[in-house]
């Protein structure tokens, strides 16, 4: 039995210390990049959700290159525009969207209602351009979006559609 979890910690201890050496390869690279730019910022990160049917999602966000080998990803995709970090949270009447746009002034965000369960957010400033296309839990009334931006974090609040039921 002890060979059992000697084992099980060896391997685990390879996976950990092949991730950390990508990691750190990967950061190396940006540094160096950094340094032959200075203006040239990079963002990137990733966001794990566990949905109702308790199936991990991993969404990235940013623009830095990865690999796919190492760091699978089961949504997004990588452009020259940059997808920012968004967390959507279902509030009784109302849904609430918050996103983070670091370095982008409030006058250069556009929000626009697709339809009544899309918005698009997007801006594009100083060479950053952030796009994103968020998926609403549930239809809303798209003329009620309400903004409140600060320090790089925009939060919307947007009234959901009442869906009168049919009472028989």
């Given at each position: 039995?002890?060979?059992?979890?000697?084992?099980?910690?060896?391997?685990?201890?390879?996976?950990?210390?092949?991730?950390f050496y990508?990691i750190?390869?990967?950061?190396e690279?940006?540094l160096?990049?950094?340094?032959?730019?200075?203006?040239?910022?990079?963002?990137y990160?990733?966001?794990?959700?566990?949905?109702?049917?308790?199936?991990?999602?991993?969404?990235?966000f940013?623009?830095?290159?990865?690999?796919?080998?190492?760091?699978p990803?089961?949504?997004?995709?990588?452009?020259?525009?940059?997808?920012?970090?968004?967390?959507?949270?279902?509030?009784?009447?109302?849904?609430?969207?918050?996103?983070?746009?670091?370095?982008?002034?409030?006058?250069?965000?556009?929000?626009?209602?697709?339809?009544?369960?899309?918005?698009?957010?997007?801006?594009f400033?100083?060479?950053?351009?952030?796009?994103?296309?968020?998926?609403?839990?549930?239809?809303?009334?798209?003329?009620?979006?309400k903004?409140?931006?600060?320090?790089?974090?925009?939060?919307?609040?947007?009234?959901?559609?009442?869906?009168?039921?049919n009472?028989?």
């Amino acid at each position: 039995m002890d060979e059992d979890w000697d084992e099980f910690y060896r391997r685990t201890k390879e996976f950990v210390d092949k991730i950390f050496y990508q990691i750190m390869k990967q950061f190396e690279e940006i540094l160096e990049e950094l340094d032959d730019n200075p203006d040239n910022m990079k963002v990137y990160g990733f966001n794990i959700e566990v949905g109702p049917d308790g199936i991990p999602k991993i969404y990235r966000f940013g623009d830095v290159k990865h690999s796919e080998e190492m760091y699978p990803v089961t949504h997004g995709d990588e452009s020259e525009e940059m997808e920012p970090l968004i967390d959507v949270y279902d509030e009784g009447d109302t849904v609430k969207i918050i996103v983070e746009l670091p370095g982008i002034s409030e006058e250069d965000i556009d929000i626009t209602p697709i339809d009544n369960k899309h918005i698009l957010i997007e801006t594009f400033k100083l060479g950053r351009r952030f796009r994103k296309v968020v998926e609403l839990p549930t239809e809303v009334v798209a003329n009620s979006i309400k903004t409140l931006y600060r320090n790089g974090v925009l939060e919307i609040v947007v009234k959901k559609k009442l869906l009168l039921k049919n009472t028989k």
